[in-house]
């Protein structure tokens, strides 16, 4: 039991998306934990999400709210360990 506890504080825990070593955070619904930076911008995209489909069903433009999910999205696929990585040979 103490040593369940002592590696569950102790090990390195890497975030979920860009594989830091860090704090993680649990995001209501994600499988995976996320360092902070990571778990605030999916919470945002979440209310974005949230935010888009309320601005659609009333009728109003969203323009800007999906201006601002594309750039969230952008930087979030700019954190993952993949992004440096291309197909090209």
């Excluded at 709210?65 to 979030?76: T, W, Y």
Aim: hydrophobic residues 35%; glycine residues 6%; aromatic residues 4%.
């Amino acid at each position: 039991m103490l040593k369940d506890t002592y590696i569950e504080r102790h090990v390195a825990k890497h975030c979920g998306l860009c594989g830091r070593v860090s704090d993680l955070f649990e995001l209501p619904g994600m499988p995976d934990k996320f360092c902070l930076e990571c778990s605030a911008d999916f919470a945002t995209v979440i209310q974005l999400n949230t935010e888009i489909g309320a601005e659609t069903r009333a009728g109003r433009s969203a323009d800007t709210l999906e201006s601002e999910l594309s750039e969230m999205s952008r930087r979030i696929l700019e954190r993952t360990p993949s992004a440096g990585l291309s197909d090209r040979d």
